[in-house]
């Protein structure tokens, strides 16, 4: 675990000295593709999530079982009033210490643009979009530690709605690297107790993207650490075959380089009764450094629900369901306007396990 750790952080060497001004920060850092990590604080470095654990931490998938299929949506955002956010993803075990996954993330403007404190309303002639395609493959040399890779493919859009013109494409790849480690506490007839501990380094070559060759933005690169402690009890069984109880508490920290916002510190809760009823909650602090009307840090107490089907342990069938929710009050970035539609989440996934 020392060597991959010291790995991970001499890779950030390589990362040279342009600033991140936001570009595509809305697919990087706005939302989430998964409904559970948007309720817990909008992070999962040290947990795992299915395949939608790509986008926090590459090593992830490591721990999941069988098959994993993803799917999440989400919108609005802010001022773009009928934007929209789309995930989907699938993950394979192939061997006992290989897993693979393929994802697609997408971000969609729309067509409508508001700020209802200035009157303004108009209709957006420009179809934009970001997508972001991870490959991920993680290895575990042993039980409790895994490390991961992502290969990213970004690409931003633009096209003229009526005439279907092409205005812009800039897109590049990039590189994730990864590591999580269980740390075993202990284990009886009545619980079990881990410490997780998570570090990765994203766009570990600070890919940009160029327009016409002529003017280049940089792509968000970050070095992120997640501590998660998971228990879970199964004493006198409330439903035979089921834990009565099972708690996940994470804190994580991300530090974007060389930008003047996105650095963040976050933490998150989820209690779910008999691996079925799941409440989560969390909260996290932004740097924002807007300046003028803008806010200096966004903060955010973040909430929402779970709902599992684990057929396994029901009725002896070699599969889950499981659906979440998250619908809250978007944090407003500006100190003169806090009135957003509110935020809608909702994610599914299916785990056939084997």
């Given amino acids: 675990m020392k060597k991959v750790l010291f790995l991970l952080l001499l890779s950030s060497s390589f990362i040279y000295s342009q600033d991140y001004r936001g570009f595509a920060s809305e ?31 590459p090593a992830s998938i490591g721990f999941t079982k069988g098959v ?31 897993t693979l996954s393929i994802n697609r993330f997408a971000f969609n403007f729309g067509n409508k643009f508001s700020l209802p404190q200035y009157n303004i309303l108009y209709n957006i002639m420009e179809d934009v979009n970001d997508q972001l395609y991870k490959i991920n493959y993680a290895f575990n040399p042993s039980e409790d530690l895994a490390i991961g ?24 790849y990039m590189l994730d690297l990864g590591a999580l480690k269980i740390f075993e506490l202990n284990e009886t007839d009545e619980y079990k107790n ?16 160029e327009y016409d060759g002529i ?3 940089m792509l968000p690169s970050s070095i992120e650490g997640g501590i998660a402690y998971v228990s879970s009890n199964y004493s006198n069984q409330w439903v035979k075959g089921l834990n009565n109880l099972d708690f996940l508490f994470n804190v994580e920290y991300r530090y974007v380089l060389k930008s003047e916002r996105y650095t963040t510190f976050s933490t998150g809760v989820e209690i779910k009764a008999l691996e079925i009823f799941a409440l989560r909650f969390g909260y996290y602090i932004e740097k924002a450094g807007l300046g003028n009307n803008g ?20 009725y002896n069938y070699p ?3 499981r659906l979440d929710y998250v619908g809250k009050k978007q944090p407003s970035y500006v100190t003169d306007y806090d009135d957003w539609d509110n935020l809608n989440v909702f994610s599914t996934s299916f785990n056939w396990i084997f």
């Fill in 27 to 57: 697919i990087f850092f706005g939302r989430q593709p998964s409904a559970k990590a948007e309720a817990m604080g909008k992070g999962l470095i040290a947990s795992e999530d299915g395949a939608n654990s790509s986008f926090y931490n």
């Fill in 68 to 98: 994993n299929f993803n799917y999440s949506y989400g919108n609005p955002y802010y001022a773009y009033v009928n934007a929209s956010y789309n995930y989907m993803g699938l993950s394979v075990k192939l061997a006992k210490n290989h």
């Fill in 149 to 172: 890779l992502n290969i990213n493919y970004f690409r931003n859009s633009y096209y003229n709605k009526i005439t279907s013109e092409k205005l812009a494409i800039l897109d590049n």
């Fill in 194 to 209: 881990s410490i997780n501990a998570g570090l990765v380094v994203k766009n570990l070559f600070r890919a940009d993207v």
């Fill in 215 to 217: 003017q280049s933005e």
């Fill in 295 to 314: 806010k200096d840090n966004l903060t955010d107490f973040t909430y929402g629900l779970g709902l599992s089907v684990p057929f396994q342990k029901l």
């Fill in 319 to 321: 599969f889950e369901l």
